[in-house]
């Protein structure tokens, strides 16, 4: 269902059900009260009556004399004895000779209908001529008041009808009013859709704030998605350009060893190596790709957990001193100390420094751990090549690797420091480098006071 007709349908069912119920309630007070205020009244005459006869000398004819004086002027009075006969009936019409009711000893009052005829009727008990008890029935027609009530009723019906088309044609005019904006912008967004673009969009004027804010974050997203996607198209640019070397390499010597490979041994050999060295740094590289992506579904649901740093520090040290034969110190001055962090992504962090430090220098690497201020400081120092100062700021980029020709020796891929630079962040850790050229390269990782459980 269009929203437009949802929100009409609702607010005039409303609309329409709070008028039906305030109307019911006018006509039945208006009703109840006006058959109250007859009742009074002929509550009023049954004692003034009674008053009289009291008073009287209690004869029939002094009796039925006190009754007629108090005949209303389009009624009946009826005396009716316990026996539910009537003993006398005085009344102004003649068809009105069957307004009885059975007795009773309590007063009582009723609203009786009789043919096409209305009446209010009081019965009071008093004492008759013979001291016996009867009841003293006084009956007032109020076929005009039952006329009114029935305009009243035509009045509040007929006005329903009308608040009611009213409120359906306002509706209608209010409801497109407010829905026109909504309209402009899903044609505006719809558009953008068939452009298969990422263009913003205008905000529209005189609009609500709802909308604005709808506007802006269209816009956010569209600019979110537009700079998504060319980092992905970057990215496989990147990429492919980085498999085309190894490629054109395994081609060219695949070629070469088709052609004089079973001719020429020594062809072979040096064949056969090449492809093996390419095929090595593809699927490095492919590794490295998939890295990216796994670790881009972790952040996701970025889990941390308690850990002990030193031990973690000494045991990933040792582990990589022992792959790659190169010494590695672990100084620290803190005994021991349990950070919250997501582990296994820590671990990779510290790694692609570590493994950096070892590729880039022959020396040893150290690693220190500080307290500065509240936070902890990480330090991964080498003694190796240095980066020059102009790169400094690129060395965080995708692929990008200082000395392509040098790194293709050591077997880089130059996605290393990015994927460093995504954990960093994802785990809230500062990065900074300082590194001078043939002197060295030192990596501060600072660990917030917030991710520090315990340390002495
Ligand atoms: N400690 C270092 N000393 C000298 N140069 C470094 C050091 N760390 C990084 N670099 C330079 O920064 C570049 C980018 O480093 P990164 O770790 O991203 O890539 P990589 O080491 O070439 O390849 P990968 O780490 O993906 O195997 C390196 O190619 C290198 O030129
Ligand atoms: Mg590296």
């Given at each position: ?13 409303m ?6 119920v305030?109307n019911v ?8 009260n ?8 002929l509550e009023?005459?049954a004692?003034n009556?009674i008053?009289e006869?009291?008073?009287s ?5 002094d009796?039925?004399?006190?009754i007629v ?24 019409k ?5 307004l009885i ?14 043919g ?9 008990p ?10 003293l029935?006084i009956?007032e ?7 009114s ?15 009611t088309?009213i ?7 209010i409801?497109?009013?407010i ?7 899903i044609?505006k967004?719809?558009n953008?859709?068939k ?22 974050t269209?816009n956010?997203?569209?600019k979110?998605?537009?700079e998504?996607?060319?980092?992905e ?12 070397t190894?490629?054109t ?6 070629e070469?060893?088709?052609r004089?490979?079973?001719?020429k ?5 040096e064949?056969l190596?090449a492809?093996?060295e ?17 670790f881009?579904?972790?952040?996701k649901?970025?889990?941390r957990?308690?850990?002990e740093?030193?031990?973690?520090l000494q045991s ?13 110190e ?6 021991t ?7 296994e ?5 510290i ?8 590729k880039y220098?022959?020396?040893?690497v150290?690693?220190?751990l ?6 902890v400081?990480?330090?991964i ?18 692929f ?10 050591t ?19 500062g ?15 600072t ?10």
């Amino acid at each position: 269902m269009k929203l437009s007709t949802k929100i009409q349908l609702y607010t005039t069912v409303m609309i329409v059900l709070t008028l039906i119920v305030v109307n019911v309630f006018v006509y039945i007070t208006f009703k109840k009260n006006a058959i109250q205020n007859e009742v009074h009244q002929l509550e009023n005459r049954a004692i003034n009556i009674i008053k009289e006869l009291e008073k009287s000398n209690q004869t029939k004819q002094d009796n039925e004399k006190i009754i007629v004086n108090h005949l209303l002027s389009d009624g009946s009075v009826t005396i009716v004895n316990q026996n539910n006969k009537r003993k006398l009936q005085i009344m102004t019409k003649q068809h009105y000779r069957n307004l009885i009711e059975d007795y009773s000893d309590k007063q009582t009052d009723k609203y009786i209908t009789r043919g096409n005829h209305h009446f209010v009727m009081v019965s009071v008990p008093v004492l008759w001529e013979d001291k016996e008890t009867v009841n003293l029935q006084i009956y007032e027609n109020i076929d005009m008041k039952h006329e009114s009530f029935e305009n009243l009723k035509w009045i509040l019906i007929g006005s329903t009808i009308m608040v009611t088309i009213i409120t359906f044609i306002l509706n209608m005019i209010i409801t497109h009013s407010i829905l026109k904006p909504i309209h402009l912008l899903i044609n505006k967004m719809s558009n953008i859709h068939k452009t298969k673009g990422y263009t913003k969009i205008e905000s529209i004027e005189n609009t609500s704030k709802e909308l604005d804010d709808l506007t802006d974050t269209f816009n956010l997203m569209m600019k979110r998605l537009s700079e998504q996607e060319e980092k992905e198209q970057s990215f496989i640019a990147n990429a492919s350009h980085e498999l085309k070397t190894p490629i054109t390499v395994i081609k060219s010597y695949s070629e070469m060893l088709k052609r004089f490979g079973k001719s020429k041994p020594e062809v072979l050999d040096e064949g056969l190596d090449a492809i093996h060295e390419e095929a090595i740094r593809m699927s490095y590289l492919a590794n490295q790709m998939l890295q990216i992506t796994s670790f881009h579904k972790q952040t996701k649901h970025n889990e941390r957990e308690s850990f002990e740093l030193i031990q973690l520090l000494q045991s990933t040290a040792k582990k990589l001193s022992i792959t790659h034969g190169q010494k590695i110190e672990v100084q620290s001055k803190i005994k021991t100390l349990h950070i919250k962090l997501n582990q296994e992504q820590f671990v990779q962090l510290i790694t692609i420094f570590i493994d950096n430090a070892i590729k880039y220098s022959d020396k040893s690497v150290v690693i220190t751990l500080n307290q500065k201020h509240k936070n902890v400081m990480l330090q991964i120092e080498d003694k190796g090549i240095g980066i020059p100062a102009e790169s400094l700021d690129k060395i965080f980029n995708r692929f990008y690797r200082v000395d392509k020709a040098r790194t293709r020796k050591t077997g880089g891929s130059g996605l290393g420091l990015y994927i460093a630079k995504e954990i960093a962040q994802a785990n809230d850790i500062g990065i900074d480098v300082y590194s001078e050229l043939n002197y060295g390269t030192t990596v501060k990782l600072t660990i917030k006071e917030q991710y520090i459980e315990t340390f002495s």
